[in-house]
């Protein structure tokens, strides 16, 4: 049974910091791509991120969010820098079995339950 938990969340004031968790049971993570997708209130979830074998970021985060995994633990790793109050979501992270990464949400298959992040300006 395949399940994706998230956790790291919380509050943060604007210009911090937070690293987020996706620990990932069930799957190899080596054949899976992982993607972090966002969803603030009232929007549409958007994505942020993957990693396969290329690492690939949404505009909005370039520079500022690192992705990484460590195959060992089963986990995905999502650092966020110099957040912003726009930064505020329920950060998700999804998976598919694909050879390369994609951002087209419609094509994962498992998801966690999301971690609340809050940017106070």
């Known amino acids: 049974q395949v399940q994706l938990a998230e956790s790291g969340g919380g509050l943060v004031q604007a210009g911090g910091s937070l690293r987020l968790s996706c620990a990932a049971s069930?799957?190899?993570?080596?054949?899976?791509?992982v993607g972090w997708f966002r969803q603030a209130p009232g929007k549409e979830r958007e994505f942020v991120g993957s990693?396969?074998?290329?690492?690939d970021y949404a505009e909005s985060v370039k520079g500022r969010f690192a992705i990484s995994r460590d195959i060992a633990k089963s986990t995905v790793y999502l650092q966020m820098n110099s957040l912003k109050p726009e930064d505020t979501a329920v950060y998700y992270c999804e998976a598919v079995r694909t050879v390369i990464g994609t951002p087209d949400r419609a094509r994962y298959d498992y998801w966690g339950q999301g971690t609340q992040v809050t940017v106070s300006s």
């Open positions: 069930g799957l190899p993570l080596m054949s899976y791509t």
């Open positions: 990693i396969k074998w290329s690492i």
